[in-house]
């Protein structure tokens, strides 16, 4: 039973809007919330992250949400870019593990 | 620092050969950790090292599979036999610890192809 899920494997978006990437957890004991953007032939990267007793964390054009009652969080990236078009994963903290999604294909439409 | 080093970046086998996957992970890291991207499954976490020892193994699919970590700058990932089921790409990935807020630095994979 997978315990990170991203239930929309892919999403497109017009350059210049907002994406907004899903994804839904099981365990109410993670500490930290991740998300990693892989680009095709290349290994994931770190994008951004979050702690458990935070709402929000902005980094830029990127800023994730943290809804813990409802055991979701979401990544928004305003405005949209062409190069953000990638595969985004998010990855919930289990010390010394973490547990990873599987994966939203991000496109963005110029 | 050059990052998580995987080597071959590509490679094409046939079915019931042996498949050996190489990484370097980065120096002074002491984790270490094999994981798989399939369409269906995502990135499933195959076994990990913490100081070279074998912690976790449990994600390992079958006894086809091994990985060895024979000293804290290099470990490989055996697949003997191969069969096509295996066609995946296979990521290392190292850290200093591990969990928290400061993630994994990932090598840029290698594409397996079983035939």
């Known amino acids: 039973d997978q315990q990170v899920k991203q239930n929309s494997p892919s999403l497109s978006v017009q350059e210049g809007r907002i994406s907004i990437l899903n994804c839904d957890y099981t365990n109410s004991m993670f500490d930290y919330f991740l998300w990693y953007k892989k680009y095709p032939a290349e290994g994931p990267t770190f994008l951004i992250s979050?702690?458990?007793?935070?709402d929000k964390n902005e980094d830029g054009r990127f800023t994730v949400f943290l809804n813990k009652s409802a055991k979701h969080l979401s990544l928004h990236i305003v405005p949209s870019q062409p190069g953000d078009s990638a595969v985004y994963f998010c990855?919930?903290?289990?010390?010394?593990?973490?547990?990873f999604g599987t994966g939203t294909r991000l496109k963005v439409l110029a | 620092d050059a990052g998580v080093i995987q080597s071959p970046r590509h490679e094409v086998t046939e079915m019931g050969q042996e498949v050996t996957l190489r990484c370097k992970p980065i120096?002074?890291?002491?984790?270490l950790f094999w994981y798989r991207q399939t369409m269906m499954r995502g990135l499933e976490l195959l076994i990990y090292?913490?100081?070279?020892?074998?912690?976790?193994d449990s994600g390992m699919p079958e006894d086809r599979f091994s990985a060895k970590m024979p000293n804290a700058s290099f470990s490989t990932l055996k697949i003997q036999p191969s069969e096509p089921r295996d066609s995946a790409v296979y990521f290392c990935?190292?850290?200093?610890?591990?969990?928290?807020?400061?993630?994994?630095?990932f090598g840029s994979g290698t594409r397996l192809t079983v035939v």
């Open positions: 120096s002074g890291h002491n984790s």
């Open positions: 990855a919930a903290s289990a010390p010394p593990l973490y547990i």
């Open positions: 090292f913490n100081n070279n020892v074998p912690i976790d």
């Open positions: 979050i702690s458990s007793i935070k």
């Open positions: 990935a190292s850290s200093l610890g591990g969990g928290g807020n400061y993630g994994y630095t």
